[in-house]
């Protein structure tokens, strides 16, 4: 007998037999009945036992075999009635959290120290469905507009892209590094696909530990060559944060409603301001170099009571205060073509217009007195042909925690890694 | 003037203006005439100008604009004439290779040193396109079969898996290690999603220089729960590989044509032997504890010469050689049901029903003479209760590899890493 899925119940004939696989959500002893919710993949499935029923403990994987039978109280309208229980497996352990319960409440380290359990939970379960949802969304996009998708090295031989938060790996007895992201790649790979994506881990040796930061995540990279200028770029990513939505409303429909979400509108023209006006917006000193969390929680608010938009675009941020290889405003040198996307008020997304001419990558770094040789394999590649280009970079975890508004980016990853936490 | 492709010139109008944007692919100079090919991602154009027209050196980006023009000799029977030249950047340096001749015939040392470059050439960048279609087909596969994409961390802070090959992290004063596989992960998160798979990079500190292994490359990690036995799993590949193909034939076309390559047919159930039966057909003595590369290559030309089959699945390999979680053979423990894919006579992915009982774990470890205490969070998680599965790993590289018979893994991987070499 093929297994059915507890979301195809409603679907039986009734008086069908069928065959569910799960675990043991939970067991209720009543006078004259016993109840089991068994939980599969999709969801609960109730299943009618007599008293007195001797049933595996919670979270014991099960096979159940019976008669489907419709009854209204029953989750979808039918429970499984006649119906033997058998264990696939050993009695499970009481678990840490009790999972049957509507809610998990649990502070931060149990969730975290028993993440195989807590992940199990169907509230705690929808925050990755959603983040499993964005990244088929974000391909979906970008495979449509003939971008490719590329896997560039982690281990690298330069820690070059900041001298600082960089994990050092010994390799074959020579210092190696994690990559801090694949920009320097996939710079170079628009020299051979023109439109490249990469969805991977990114490491950064975060010595302070915050909500937000992580020593490990998934970023979504993007580079696009044959641009006229940073607008081309923001429109793309606009697109793309409109197809990780889209990906959650087609995909993760269940995991929205479970959680009780409201899902952002992505505007056809995200609104977009210079960096000189966000200052003026957030209240900060006219020659602030950069957004602190505080100005992007004002814009935020800002964005949501001026255009109604839980998105803000904000372009043109100091030239000297972004990577080196952000491109300038040819008008005002200052000023230059790196935007950030700040989502709710929190930055979500960085991205530029990056140089694209040799001279002016060997004139940036002299300028900004860094040495040429660690930089020599990545700027030589500019002799070679490189189109004006930009990207950006999506923090995966940061997006889902912005949208399930999570106080700490831990609750979104799934085994997060930070300055005390290398397990689970 | 919106950009035209060049593979969208034979559908233009006659007359028509159009902009391309690309590279110079080749300047010819001729007596009456000098002839421009411009290359973009979707192939080649003609472009027609006057004699002694001053073009920018191979590889500059350049933008044109001029006529579309019937000219049955032209490739696609349509080129350019009429036209402006715009150089989008400075002149390219001359490249490391010739990359407008038909074929690229370097070396190994000059395609990988210049990887940036060399990957431009369009039979070399059609090899990473075979790559990324098959990532499509191998995810709409599983998406088709409801399962979870999960991206686990890579700084893992036990090296578990297999003590040695092993890459040590400073992690902020304290030692941590690469994962060499999401293994533990997968499988632990089978109790959360029941099936899950993962595409990322895994790591490995191979000290031999082969033409098969490499330090870093990129693993398509598969695993799913509530199976009766391997033989789900082995079904469960073949759909996956079955998948891959097709995303190579929906997504690649135009590569398999530049390539010349005549695709793998996936039977609908492909050849499975015992392991005792691999040794008879290699010739191999009834002890040999694994199949080496030679008996590979025998057992690749018997599937093709008895079956016709690019591929062979040799399950039972003797449970004490194989991972310490393979599930062994309940009829007979010395057997296994772990299973190798041999494909062209190369062993291409590794898979295997896993233990899915705490106690089986614990007894296993004591058997094999492994301490608890380094794998204690792992097998901890098989008291929570993990239904019976199992799952396999493919290696992107080895699988683009054998496709277009590379005879070093190193030239159908973007970037790669070996023992020597760690850049580009």
Known sequence: MR????????????????????????????????????????????????????????????EVVGTATRNEQAPGGVEVTEATVTALSEPADTPAVELWRPTLDTGLPTLLDHAATTWRHPVQRAKWELAAASLRGFRETLDAQDFTEVHSPKLVEQATESGANVFTVDYFGRPA????????????LVGVFERVYEVGPVFRAEPHDTVRHLAEYVSLDVELGFVEDHHEVMACLRD?????????????????????LTLPHVP???????????????????????????HERALGEWARSE??????????????????????????????????????????VSGAQRLHRYDDYVRTLEERGYPYAPYATYVEAFRRGIPPHGGFAIGLERWVGR??????????????????????
């Open 403 to 424: 949208l399930v508004e999570a106080p700490n980016i831990r609750e979104v990853t799934l085994f997060p890694r930070d300055l005390h936490r290398l397990a689970p």
């Open 3 to 62: 297994r059915t899925l507890t979301s195809a119940l409603p679907a039986t004939r009734p008086g069908e037999q069928v065959r569910l696989q799960g675990w043991v959500h939970r067991r209720r002893e009543l006078a004259k009945v016993t109840f089991l919710v068994l939980r599969d993949r999709t969801g609960p499935a109730q299943v009618v036992l007599p008293a007195g029923t001797d049933l595996p403990p919670e979270e014991t994987p099960i």
């Open 240 to 260: 793309v944060i409109a197809g990780m939505v889209e990906g959650i409303e087609r995909y993760a429909g269940p995991a929205v409603e479970r959680l009780g």
């Open 177 to 188: 590094y994690l990559a801090q992201s694949p920009q320097f790649y996939k710079q170079q």
């Open 268 to 294: 056809d023209r995200i609104p977009t301001i210079h960096f000189r006006r966000a200052l003026e917006i957030a209240a900060a000193p006219v020659d602030e170099p950069d957004l602190n969390p505080g």
């Open 307 to 348: 255009h109604g938009s839980d998105f803000l675009l904000v372009e043109g941020y100091p030239t000297a205060h972004r990577a080196f290889y952000s491109h300038p405003d040819p008008d005002d040198p200052h000023w230059s073509r790196a935007f950030d996307l700040i989502f709710r008020g929190i930055e979500l």
